[in-house]
């Protein structure tokens, strides 16, 4: 029906045990009916139907003949899927590496536009492309842990163009002081405090804090100048572990992993602001309290529950895990760009 298959070397054998012989039979007569013929020097393909099948001890040389090229953009480190749809091809990104990428990255498919769709933030915007030596470039800007929808389509996508933070100004730190208030869960609720510095609140003097697991609010001001321009970037620095952030009142998004950062530009205003951040952390520290004092939590039918040496797991002897908002937090000013380059080189 059209499709081209690649083998290395044909199976010299039948899986499983079950009619083995006569399984082996008929893959004799199948690789027996295949007519290889040498396409190259060392590379042999036979034309099945309106397919083909191929076989090259290099198996990126098949590739190259039927000229399949391979994704280039997979070393710069990041890693990517791709999926083709009516509205155009679909590509995946994510950086697990430890750099930040800034750069025009090479696609492997033809378009006439990219959109960048942010699944963290819901931002999206036309992306600055350029053409090089007859391929597709795209600019991306990816911090580590980062992920970015990228649609690349043969028609002009209808979009505000991408906000790239070019320049960054110095940080705007917010110091506080901050008001801490733990909003739910258990066993029991910290006292409210007032933190002139931010730190774990395992390390607050109330003891009910180092086993309390559940939910804290976090708030403070901070002043803005007046001359507010380009984008500013909300940076939490250490959170343990997800954060929802509420700048004036109005939603600015959910945080729950690295780099823990997001855009406040249409939040913010000139003079006095406010910020609220509501942290979740882990069960951990509630559990080290229940094993502690011998509460039987655990409730599993038929399975056994151990640690990794196969022990019984107790978790009584944990250290007390980091919990909440422990910063510093900052506002990051950039200058930006947002026009749409295209060239061929």
Known sequence: ???????????????????????????????DSI?????????????????????????????????????????????????KTEQGVYYYLVNHTSET?????????????????????????IAQIMKEDGKLMVRLQMSPGVAMFVLVSEKSVISENWKYLDKAQSAIAIKGPWKLEF???????????DLQKLVSWTELSDPIAQNFSGSARYSATFEMPSNLSGEYVLDLGKVCESAHV???GQDAGILWSIPFTTRIRKFLKAGEN???????????????????????????HEINFVNIDYKSFDASAWKPM????????????????????????
């Open 246 to 248: 509420w700048v004036n």
């Open 101 to 125: 990428i800034d750069r025009y990255l090479p696609l492997n498919v033809n378009g006439n536009s990219c959109l960048l769709l942010d699944p963290q933030s819901g931002l999206t915007g």
């Open 35 to 83: 007519s290889l013929t040498n396409s190259t020097e060392k590379i042999k393909s036979a034309k099945i139907g309106a397919g083909e099948i191929i076989q090259a001890e290099n198996v990126q040389s098949a590739l190259e003949l039927k000229k399949i090229s391979r994704e280039i953009i997979v070393d710069s480190g990041l890693k990517y899927l791709r999926r």
């Open 322 to 345: 980091d919990s909440g908002l422990i910063g510093p937090v900052s506002i990051l000013p950039y200058i930006t760009s947002k026009l749409k380059m295209k060239s061929e080189k």
């Open 183 to 193: 909003t739910q869960g258990g066993v029991g609720l910290p006292s409210s405090t």
């Open 274 to 300: 406010t910020i609220v951040i509501e942290v979740a952390n882990l069960m951990a520290n509630r559990i080290r309290q229940m094993d502690q004092q011998k509460v039987q939590w655990r409730n599993y």
């Open 1 to 31: 029906h059209g499709a081209e298959v690649v083998f290395q070397q044909m199976p010299k054998d039948v899986p499983g045990l079950k009619n083995m012989e006569a399984n082996r039979q008929i893959q004799r007569e199948l690789i």
